[in-house]
Structure formats: C-alpha cells, structure tokens
C-alpha cells in the first residue's frame, strides 16, 4: 500500500546512438526494475536479467504516465524513457499532468526527471553551433494547442530575430504544417534566411539538408526531421570537401 | 605543418557533477592529448599522464578558440571544454567565430562539436517540467549585442507566451541587467507569472528559488543563477514536506 519505497525516474535517452546518454540516465536504467516507454526507445536498450518492460504505442503520453506513478506507488522502481531530453516536448510535462489531475499519494512519491541531450542540441551539434544566440524551440504540434498560438508564437520568434528550432515538422494527420509554418516565416523573414533540415541526427540514416527560407524543399521534411531556422547572423562556413559549417555569430550589430 | 592527423573536439561537461557527463564526450575527453578550457572546467576533471592542460581567463573565449586551432593544425588531439552544452552561450560559435576569420586552413580540420547537457535542461529537470511547452532562452550579457536587442526579444518574448530561460543574468560591470529585464517583463506579463531562480544546479551549492513576477527578490541573482519565466500555462504542484514541482502544462486553451 505504501510507495514510501517506490521510485519514478524520468529518463531521456538523447536522440540516436548511446554516445548520448549521461552517466546519471545510465545508472538510473540499470538500476530500475520496470522500464516504460514508447516501444522503439525501449528497444534501444539492452535486456537485462529482472528487469519487467511495458512497451506502448507513441500517443498515449497520459496513460503511460499514470501507469508509471501506479507502479512507484506500489513500491516499484520505475524508469519511464523518453528520447532527447524528457523535459522537452516529451514525458516529463506528461508526468507531472498525471500526478496534479491523479491520485493525491502520487504527490508524495519520489519522482526525479533526470535531463538529456534534447534532438536540438544534438542536431546543432552536427552542424557547428546555430543556436550560438538567443534561440527557441517551437512544436510544430496542433494536437494540444490551437494552430493561431503556434501562428503567434512563430511570428513573434521572427520579429525577435531568434534562431528557431521547429519540432513535430510533420504528422500523418496533418502533413501540411511544415507549409502553413514556412508561409508565416516567409512572410516575415528574409528569403535569404538559412534553413537546415536535421534528420534522424545521431542514427544510421543521418541526413542534413542545408537550404534558404525561398528554396529548402519541403518535401524532405518528415516526423524524425528537426527544423532549424537561422538568425540575421547565423553563416555558413564553407570547407573543402565537406558540407560547410552552420553557426550563428554570437555578436548582434 | 599538415594538420590531417590533429582533431579538435568541443565538448560540454554539463553544469555541475560528472553524472551530466555523456558517453561520447567522456571518451573524447580521456583520448585527447590537450585539454583547453576555463579553469574551473578543467579543475572537474582527473589529471590524467601525458594530457597538457591549458586553463585560461573566461573573458577570451575567441583567443581560446585560436589556440585551440592552432594546436589541432599542428597535429595533436584537442578537447576544448565548455560548461554546459558547447553550443548553448558557450565555446563552440567562438570556435567558429575564430575559424571563419583566421587561417584558410583551418577549415580543413577534424573539428567536431558534442552536446551535452545545458544549464537550462538541467535545472529544468530538478524543477519538474517547466519547459513543457515551447519556450526560447536569452542570454542578458550585452557584451556582445545591444541591450535594445535584448530588450526586443525579452518583449516578442512575453507577447508569445513562451517559458523563457535567461542566461548570465548578472554581470560584475552591469548588475542591473536583470533589474531592466524585469521591468521589461513585468510591463508585459501577469504579476502572477511564476519565476525560477536556479543557482549552481548540479553542485552541492545548488539552490532554488519559486516566486512570482510581482514578489521575486533579484537580490538573490548571481552569475551561477539561471532564470525561469513561466508561461500562461506553467503551474506548481504543491507537495507534503518537498519542495513544489514547477511544469508547464502542454494544452494551451
């Protein structure tokens, strides 16, 4: 009856290989005894001798959540897997959703979100440094917010010269987004503007696609594709032989 | 004088202890050969035989950046260590800064970038999930840009609704850079929207501060203090004997 003992650990494994992982997720995989998670993170991580999974399909966040904190409260040590960075556009917001709306007990439990290499950090690691300035990260998503907030929120990050990380560019259910957003920013930025599509960054297919605002191709852009929209000062820095460098200078004229 | 066998790795060592550390940059940073950093950087990690350690000043970020390549092209293994994630207000848009603008060959060497994680997701992650929504990080130094810049996004900023995570919020020469970014705010945002104030996150100095906008005390910002600005939707959830979870919920109505 008591979760006095039961613990929740919310786990981000990074976007691809292991060579993301920190010591601390590490760890903290190891040592869990049910691992929960949308099925292809799970299958990213070794079986171990004990250890239960509860695999589940990507669009049930809140139930995942609540079943996380059922099984801490029953005194299991529990690691609910995210990728990238769990607080970022994954399981971390889910969680706490579940505890405030769920069982007022799950409020007392031990619950520790531990932070990873989010898909935009990694994907502007590859590329050199765009997010050198001030920057934000926008989820592209209309499941959970009205598609005039995301209009604001992209309008806004134009007229403040930010560079953008776009999120969720894609979905089955509504493959046109990627469009609606780059009409916004077209008509607020430069045609000049650099666009990167960063795809499946940290995997075998990696694929990175360099264009202009009037130019990128947005037919490449699909659900594993990160955005990243420039700044006035992000540049190119072309090399022999290799695809040129991106990286967003840190002074502002 | 070829440079083909040196290699330059920029690497981030997270904000506090070893857990934030990656599999990939603990393995970069055990094969170089010199290891190029601000001081309290590299006083984190071991001494290790036969690795030179070049610690510097936090003010020459570009020279460093210079030696940094400069070494490489003379064929050794290089690790240029950053707090945080490289990319996020760090050492890698200096590197290259410094490659664009300094010898041709430059551009022809091994230099890579891996992220780690930033000041911002880990403080985040000991809060709950305030970043559950979209959000944007500024940094408040204007050593480097024009504080009307800043001012501007600040603004653009809060008129989105975005979480906003502000970087080097206090300054020896201008500690009353968050004093203005308050009041900028505060013309902006509700009395009521939540603020953060999380100093020296992952060390054993850690502190965290929950107020609002209206009441939040900036005497207690520091240099080691990252900022939190909630959104609309982010919220507490109060708990018995523990500090409050801080996340932002992912609907906005």
Known sequence: MSGRSGRLVVVGLGPGGPGYLTEDSRAALESAQDLIGYAPYL?????????????????????????????????????????GDPGVFAMAA????AMETGEPAWRG???????????????????????????CAISLSDNLKPWDTITRRLECAARGDFVIALYNPASRARPSRILDAFAILSAALPPETLVVFAKSVGRAEEQIIIADLANADLSQVDMATLVIIGAKGTRLIERPGARPFVYTLRRVS
Not at 50 to 66: C, I, K, M, W, Y
């Open 94 to 97: 889910a969680v706490f959703e």
């Open 109 to 135: 439990l031990d619950v520790e979100v531990l932070p990873g290499v989010s898909a935009m950090l990694a994907a502007a690691a590859r590329l050199g440094a765009p997010l050198g300035g001030d920057f």
């Open 43 to 83: 299958a990213r991580l070794p079986e171990r001798e004990g250890q239960t999974r509860l695999a589940s399909d990507n669009r049930v966040e809140l139930e995942r959540a609540r079943e996380a904190l059922r099984r801490a409260a029953e005194g299991r040590r529990v690691a609910l897997v995210s990728g």
